[in-house]
């Protein structure tokens, strides 16, 4: 069974778990790339970005029920019903919320409460029809407030399923005030673009990300008092940007080339959640891939299973829990 083994009456832990779209680890400046497309998480100094994270599949269908499960990658099976890390939470007396801002969670959510904002008409941020991941963010304190309280009390994981960088309209995926590399490629045929435009419009999806989660980090300092916190972001797959002639995702995975295959995996965590940064820090070019996703949460948030492997979490070796 799975029980929730922290402390009644201590500050609750409170997790915001960003599911990036189509976001490469390769165009990450935190993972080296030459382009300042991590201005704000890079000028805060507390992120730790693990450079060889590999992904579950090549595409959002098959990557985010994987990413999700207990099993690895090898033993996966797509379409079979298998309790899911959001369930196991669940089971454990924590609360769960799934927000979504794309096509919907290929039923890892359905059993927990979730909602999506793509009917939304919130000018401030669907302005253009389709809503920018932002309003995620500000809908967070309304959503969680429809949790159970007690569920709360014990802690909280919130899954935030980004639009991201979702192709092959790039430029659609950030807001004109946001744009740094310019010209953008502007249409959907995307061989009919010099690649360059294809990388600026690209380049700029995740610079909008970057300012999505560093709002979600400031949404959490704001809770140091009441909550222990901390952000994983992990995308579903990467993406090919005219590499080889070849665009976009979902190339058998054994064909597919890193750019669609090795995803950015980073996180931010209080100071009081009870890992040790410096540490992390230290591991940070370690392989991890998304089989190490649901163990690593489960070890975030205290939770006692004898399906939870703890060497395939990616933190345990750097956390004391307080």
Not at 23 to 31: E, K, V
Request: proline letters at 5%; one cysteine or more; aromatic letters at 8%.
């Amino acid at each position: 069974d799975a029980v929730w083994g922290g402390q009644v009456g201590a500050k609750p832990k409170v997790v915001l778990l960003v599911v990036g779209e189509t976001a490469r680890s390769a165009n990450f400046q935190l993972n080296g790339y030459a382009r300042a497309t991590n201005p704000l998480l890079a000028q805060r100094g507390d992120v730790i970005s693990f450079s060889d994270a590999a992904s579950c599949g090549t595409s959002t269908a098959a990557s985010l029920p994987c990413m999700f499960a207990k099993e690895g990658r090898a033993d996966y099976q797509s379409g079979s019903y298998e309790e899911n890390l959001l369930d196991v939470l669940q089971r454990a007396g924590l609360a769960v919320l799934w927000l979504d801002n794309q096509s919907g969670c290929k039923g890892v959510c359905d059993r927990v409460p979730h909602s999506s904002t793509t009917a939304a008409k919130d000018p401030a941020y669907c302005a253009s029809g389709e809503c920018m991941d932002a309003i995620m963010i500000a809908r967070l304190d309304a959503e969680i407030a429809k949790l159970p309280p007690e569920r709360r009390a014990k802690g909280i994981v919130v899954v935030l399923h980004q639009m991201g960088s979702h192709g092959p309209a790039y430029f659609k995926r950030s807001p004109a005030a946001q744009k740094i590399f310019t010209p953008e490629c502007k249409s959907n045929t995307l061989q009919d673009c010099p690649r360059q435009n294809i990388v600026n419009a690209y380049d700029n999806s995740i610079v909008y990300t970057d300012f999505v989660l560093n709002e979600g980090i400031k949404w959490l300092e704001n809770r140091a008092n009441t909550a222990r916190t901390a952000l994983l972001y992990v995308s579903d797959h990467g993406e090919s940007l005219g590499e080889n002639n070849l665009y976009l995702h979902g190339l058998p995975y054994t064909m597919a080339p890193d750019f669609q295959k090795k995803v950015p995996w980073l996180a931010w965590f209080a100071p009081d959640f009870g890992v040790n940064t410096a540490c992390l820090a230290a591991r940070k070019h370690q392989a991890i891939s998304h089989d190490d996703l649901f163990h690593t949460v489960l070890g975030m948030m205290q939770v006692q299973t004898a399906l939870y492997q703890p060497a395939l979490d990616a933190y345990a070796s750097c956390t004391k829990h307080l």
